[in-house]
């Protein structure tokens, strides 16, 4: 089962930017999948979850500006960023909810003010 991120790259404060997570091994029938990031200098952090059924939550610094969604035909998971800033620049994961323990390479995500 792997879970690979990707769509980074670089904005502008204000901007926007779409994240994917495309799920092997039919994983999104029956986990749920989150989305971390791991900003500079400071420990990976949770950001959304997508549940099984289609349920979403977020942090705080997030909610109201990313939305997370998916695709079951496209065993993909997206993370819709928009009105991004300079605090949102971090290498992005996607990963299940609980985490495994296989994080994968991210996607970095550096927003410019």
């Known amino acids: 089962v792997q879970l690979q991120a990707s769509g980074g790259g670089l904005a502008q404060a204000g901007g926007s930017l779409r994240l994917s997570c495309v799920a092997s091994g039919n994983i999104l029938s029956f986990s749920a999948i989150g989305w971390y990031r791991k900003r500079p200098g400071k420990q990976r952090e949770w950001v959304a979850t997508?549940?099984?059924?289609?349920?979403?939550d977020y942090d705080s610094s997030v909610k109201g500006r990313f939305t997370i969604s998916r695709s079951n035909a496209k065993d993909t998971v997206y993370l819709q960023m928009t009105a991004l800033r300079s605090e949102d620049t971090a290498v992005y994961y996607c990963?299940?909810?609980?985490?495994?323990?296989?994080w994968g390479q991210g996607t970095q995500v550096t927003v410019s003010s």
């Open positions: 997508l549940s099984r059924v289609g349920n979403s």
């Open positions: 990963n299940k909810d609980p985490p495994g323990t296989d």
